[in-house]
């Protein structure tokens, strides 16, 4: 479905961000990419989305190469970035302009139910709390019904107990339609609970540096042995990459992992 065949990405002032990415992300699947701050997870993503050109090597949805945003892939960033003069209804139906009337707001009603907020719908956002607010920004992703959603830690800004609460959400959603998620995140233990597959970055440029495939059957506790298990593995890769002087470690991704 999304592919990165042999991709690298160099900004204009000389910096090279990645290089040399291939990777192939199936439909239905849920993605984690980790790794250390500065590794290229943020730019990587963006060449999913079709928002940066990759330098060399190409990017795909289907097979098409990705010369710019889709309709099929929504993205939600680490902040809500919600409109703050608009209500939670009005944000959601943002993007659902080119729909009839009647057809939006049985859409937007639809999908506030769905995350919950179906009687804030006439609040604005400074009136939620970070959690409610972040909830309204998947929403205006999903409203759109894409088949694939990119989350830039979605989660990293908010209280330990909402986002365990979020997480578990972002899996209830899936479940409705099926559709591919792909997850950035510093946090190794939200990585284990939500994705079949985890992809290791190091490096600077960034490159890919392994995959788990993880085989864990949900809901999945993260007390189980065999969660620990995968978590000791990632992290024992981790520092392994880190040993051999290729990557640093950040302390957030460390507090995160431990």
């Known amino acids: 479905m999304l592919t990165l065949d042999r991709a690298a990405k160099r900004f204009p002032n000389g910096y090279l961000a990645l290089d040399d990415i291939s990777l192939g992300i199936g439909e239905g699947e849920i993605v984690g990419i980790v790794g250390a701050s500065g590794c290229g997870k943020s730019t990587l993503l963006r060449l999913l989305a079709g928002l940066e050109q990759p330098s060399a090597g190409a990017a795909a949805y289907g097979g098409v190469p990705l010369a710019g945003p889709r309709d099929e892939i929504g993205v939600v960033f680490q902040e809500p970035r919600l409109m703050p003069w608009l209500s939670v209804e009005a ?13 939006r707001r049985a859409r937007v009603g639809e999908t506030l139910e769905r995350v919950g907020l179906a009687h804030f719908a006439e609040s604005l956002p400074r009136e939620l709390s970070g959690g409610m607010a972040q909830r309204v ?6 409203a759109a019904r894409p088949k694939v959603l990119l989350l830039d830690e979605p989660f990293s800004a908010l209280d330990a107990f909402t986002r365990l609460a979020l997480q578990e959400h972002l899996l209830e959603l899936w479940s409705y339609d099926r559709p591919t998620f792909v997850l950035v995140t510093h946090d190794i233990d939200e990585a284990l609970a939500l994705a079949d597959r985890i992809v290791l970055m190091r490096g600077h440029p960034g490159r890919v540096h392994r995959e788990f495939a993880v085989d864990l059957p949900r809901p999945r506790s993260r007390t189980a042995p065999r969660f620990l298990a995968w978590k000791e593995e990632v992290l024992r890769e981790l520092h392994v990459t880190a040993a051999a002087g290729r990557t640093a470690i950040s302390a957030p991704l460390l507090r995160a992992a431990l």
């Open 91 to 103: 944000n959601v139906a943002f993007g659902l302009r080119h729909l009839p009337a009647a057809e």
């Open 137 to 142: 920004a998947i929403a205006r992703a999903l």
